[in-house]
């Protein structure tokens, strides 16, 4: 798309789904007939009518050096790659060792999600260590391809909040039960706190959960992965929130 000045003026290569990305893609969709108007659902996510369109427009015409059609990955590399993957492979390697601001895959991820939450210019982006919301957001762009929509929030965005903000957004589904490749949402301890905010990965018939997240133990940024048992996150009053 950053061929096409009409549709992406900036034509900006960065590497992460970023807002111009999103805007560049609901002009791209308007023009095409993906959506009728900016409001439509899915409106500034590829999805699946997005992406024929893309491979339509764009991989027809131009050939690889073995003569065999372009997929849209070439041309519009999708954000559960490359840069994403390479962060999320790295978090592993760290796993229990603290994410300072300035260690390199903080400052990677915090670029990858657009500076959602710390910005470069912020007093303190360079002593705020990697934040459990920070993971979630970059997690729900990588595997899902989505930038969560925050327009129109009232307050902070602790991860035990997400559940009140998007309820009063009427924003994404809070849900009781857990789904794979969503946020787990674990309310404040006491009044005051902030609570959590974790990335379910994948669930057992038993209805355990394994979830990824960073910043356990507190202030440490570090990465963990574990394993909850049912009875314990029901225990612990959590909420799900579906992004799709």
Known sequence: MATNPEVYPEALVTGYYGDKTEEAVKRFQLKHGVIQALGDDGAGRVGPKTRQMLQKIFCNVPENDNKTPMTIDA???????????????????????????????????????????????DPNFEITVFQCTEYVQFKVLKNLGIKINWKGRVGRRDGGNWPAQFTALNRYKVLDYPK?????????????????????????????????????????????????????????????????
């Open 75 to 121: 041309i519009m590399p999708s954000s559960d790659e490359s840069e994403g993957e390479q962060i999320l492979q790295e978090l592993k390697k760290r796993k229990g060792l603290k994410n300072n601001a300035t260690d390199e895959v903080t400052k990677r991820t915090r670029k990858f999600i657009g500076y959602e939450f710390v910005f470069p210019d």
């Open 180 to 244: 794979e490749n969503c946020a787990m949402s674990f309310p404040a301890a006491k009044p005051g706190g902030t609570g959590h905010i974790a990335f379910v990965e994948e669930l057992k018939s038993d209805g355990a959960v394994r979830i990824t997240e960073v910043n356990i133990p507190a202030d440490t940024g570090a990465y963990n992965e574990r394993w909850l048992p049912k009875n314990i996150w029901e225990a612990k009053n959590v909420k799900f929130i579906d992004f799709i």
